[in-house]
């Protein structure tokens, strides 16, 4: 994997790219079980390389519609145990230092 600063997602290497996507997705599928999950990659106002994730679910406020947009329902709200996720995340870095 790319070592170092970028703020270009094609300055990670082709392994890094993919691993870093995959694992997010499987820790995040693994404990909240969403319907879909979005990836914006974003970093307009002080160029640099960082990801929104997105977990939806289909009786999310906006589904299928982005989360940026005029809401379309009242949505039920859900909570992520933060502490839960970065152990999870923790657990599978040494996927990404391999890749």
Do not use: C, Y
């Not at 969403?34 to 990801?51: E, M, R, Y």
């Not at 929104?52 to 982005?66: K, L, S």
């Amino acid at each position: 994997m790319t070592t170092g600063f970028t703020i270009w997602f094609t300055g990670l290497s082709g392994a890094g790219k993919s691993t870093i996507s995959a694992i997010v997705e499987q820790a995040l599928r693994a404990l909240i079980h969403p319907d879909k999950i979005n990836l914006a990659a974003l970093g307009n106002q002080v160029p640099h390389l960082h990801w929104h994730v997105i977990p939806r679910f289909a009786d999310d406020a906006h589904f299928p519609d982005p989360i940026w947009v005029a809401r379309k329902r009242d949505g039920r709200n859900r909570s992520v145990d933060g502490e839960a996720l970065i152990r999870e995340l923790a657990r599978r870095l040494p996927e990404i230092e391999n890749a």
